[in-house]
């Protein structure tokens, strides 16, 4: 199937711990993003790499640190994980030049 | 920074009436506005988009009107069914580079059967 995949889906994990989320795509897309989804459901960007350049840096806390291996991965590294952290976390891809952006299925972490 | 407001944040018709979200942004620089919607347990999905040299797109039973003076766009859905039940999500954006999307705080839509 052509998607944007994530693993894992559900990440349960103590304060303090370090994690990371991996997101590929094989939609031959050259842009990918991590958003972050509340719990009252608000969507927020955090980053986004356009072919491993890293081109959208939200005020995110330094925990956070993304990093693309090539043009078909963004990977999500955590350090230090707070209670805060806990949210639902959505890679998407996009061709330049073209609008839609597509979601993964999204990473539910949940920080004890 | 870019600024979206969504209402309302719940929203019951039954089924076969319409429904209307709207939306206000505050960056008149803003000049791509789509829509998502998503389901249960899974990642939003673009619905329809508009770009600010248009003021009305339609595609079947579901529309978006853009106000540029106002700063406002709205979702329309006719004859709506038990299957459009899902959050919507409104969003702006600069329709170059990076495009960065501003979200809405989301609309849970419920079809009453």
């Known amino acids: 199937d052509t998607a944007v995949s994530q693993t894992p889906k559900y990440l349960v994990t103590q304060m303090g711990n370090d994690k990371s989320i991996k997101c590929e795509q094989n939609l031959g897309h050259d842009t990918m993003y991590w958003y972050k989804q509340d719990s009252k459901k608000f969507l927020k960007i955090m980053f986004s790499?356009?072919?491993?350049?890293?081109?959208i840096n939200e005020t995110v806390p330094n925990r956070f640190s993304p990093k693309s291996p090539d043009k078909a991965h963004l990977n999500l590294h955590i350090n230090s994980l707070e209670l805060g952290d806990s949210a639902v976390y959505f890679c998407a891809s996009r061709l330049a030049d073209y609008n839609e952006q597509f979601f993964g299925p999204g990473t539910r972490l949940t920080v004890l | 920074g870019e600024n979206v407001e969504q209402h309302p944040s719940t929203l019951s018709v039954q089924e076969g009436d319409s429904a209307v979200i709207k939306c206000t942004y505050s960056d008149s620089a803003s000049n791509y506005f789509p829509w998502y919607k998503q389901e249960l347990g899974k990642g939003p999905q673009l619905i329809i988009d508009i770009r600010s040299n248009v003021g009305e797109k339609k595609d079947q039973r579901i529309a978006v009107t853009l106000n540029k003076t106002a700063k406002h766009f709205s979702l329309h859905i006719t004859e709506t069914q038990p299957e459009d039940s899902a959050v919507y999500f409104c969003?702006?954006?600069?329709?170059?580079?990076?495009?960065?999307?501003?979200f809405g705080q989301g609309t849970r839509l419920t079809i009453n059967p």
């Open positions: 790499y356009n072919n491993k350049e890293l081109i």
């Open positions: 969003a702006a954006s600069i329709d170059q580079g990076a495009q960065k999307l501003v």
